[in-house]
């Protein structure tokens, strides 16, 4: 075992501040990463500030961050994969059962024993729960490691190991494709990938947001239009005519209106997570034959596919780069939505604390 620096936060109220933490030696089967760039997730804040109480408690001290991106310094005898100097990204897991159906699937995010990268039972014993990206290096299994496209811009590339799999993965299960007809509901950090991603597998694409000043940033990101979905009128002009939605909205909304502007026998899949129950209408779903669901993340195959597909279309995530002392301010500007459209910590600001 060795020490490293991190950040973490002692308490649900308290500040992220430095701190040591230990890291375990790399085993035969693993693989030690020299960590570049964190991205900041929405719920790297829900599970700091335990908001998730009832069903996934915050054990502190709390090192969050899954959205990691480095480069490999060390490698165990028995990888295969990867050796000192590649660049390697880790995402929202860092192991499974691999016994299960799910992860004889390749569905290593459905395994019920997962074990995610930080707030995790740690199963080799070097700390209570595991420690996330916020910190200098991790020692990551070799199966849980991930190629990075040497072609990307690596700040922008933290990201994509949650939203970008968070919404390319229900885009690819449902077909879409050119032809395909492709709704965006929300603008954020996932909406801002969807819309990438959806314009980069051919769709029209078309993008759903509340504030008429994004129309311009939803162009640029490759929307074909823009509905303002406050306007009845722009909403009514859309019904039935969409193949797949894709809803990234985490605030409180309703459901029902998009799920009328689907074609029949068409998907809306959620991806945002609001904090209370959605009402769904039956005939929302009964006329048409529409089919509402959701998706968390995704393999760790489709992952690397997710990963060579942005690095064929020099795909990243919009991406503003902060010191790790500025985390606590980028947490209180995520509240507010004051971001575009995602943090990326540069890890090498840690290296003066």
């Not at 229900?170 to 909406?191: E, F, M």
């Not at 502007?261 to 034959?289: C, Q, W, Y």
């Amino acid at each position: 075992m060795y020490k490293i620096k991190a950040y973490s936060a002692n308490s649900a109220i308290s500040p992220l501040a430095a701190t040591t933490i230990m890291r375990r030696d790399p085993t035969e089967h693993d693989v030690q990463i020299e960590i570049l760039f964190c991205g900041i997730c929405h719920s790297d804040l829900h599970q700091v500030r335990n908001e998730w109480s009832s069903i996934m408690p915050t054990v502190y001290p709390i090192v969050p961050g899954h959205e990691i991106v480095g480069r490999v310094t060390k490698v165990g005898s028995a990888v295969t994969k990867y050796k000192p100097g590649d660049l390697a990204a880790v995402g929202c897991m860092v192991d499974s059962d691999r016994t299960c159906p799910q992860c004889k699937a390749n569905l290593e995010n459905l395994c019920p024993n997962q074990t995610l990268t930080f707030n995790s039972p740690d199963k080799h014993k070097t700390a209570p729960v595991t420690y996330g990206g916020y910190s200098d290096t991790i020692v990551v299994d070799e199966h849980f490691v991930l190629r990075v496209p040497t072609n990307l811009n690596l700040a922008g590339v933290g990201p994509l190991l949650c939203a970008g799999i968070t919404t390319y993965s229900p885009l690819r299960r449902w077909g879409v494709t050119k032809g395909k007809k492709v709704g965006i509901a929300g603008l954020g950090g996932l909406g801002h990938m969807g819309v990438k991603l959806s314009h980069a597998f051919g769709a029209h694409t078309v993008v759903f947001t509340t504030s008429p000043k994004k129309k311009e940033d939803a162009i640029r990101l490759g929307a074909d239009e823009v509905v303002v979905s406050r306007n009845a009128d722009e909403m009514k002009k859309h019904a039935g005519s969409f193949d797949f939605i894709l809803d990234t909205i985490a605030a409180d909304h309703d459901v029902n209106a998009y799920l009328n502007l689907l074609a029949h026998d068409s998907t809306l899949t959620i991806v945002g997570a609001p904090a209370k129950p959605m009402p769904v209408f039956a005939f929302s779903l009964l006329m048409g034959r529409r089919n509402l669901a959701g998706s968390l993340i995704g393999g760790i195959a489709e992952t690397q596919e997710m990963l060579d597909f942005c690095g064929s279309h020099n795909i990243t995530a919009d991406v503003e780069v902060i010191p790790i002392q500025k985390v606590n301010e980028a947490y209180e500007r995520l509240l507010k939505s004051d971001v575009k459209y995602r943090f990326s910590i540069d890890m090498a600001s840690l290296k003066s604390e």
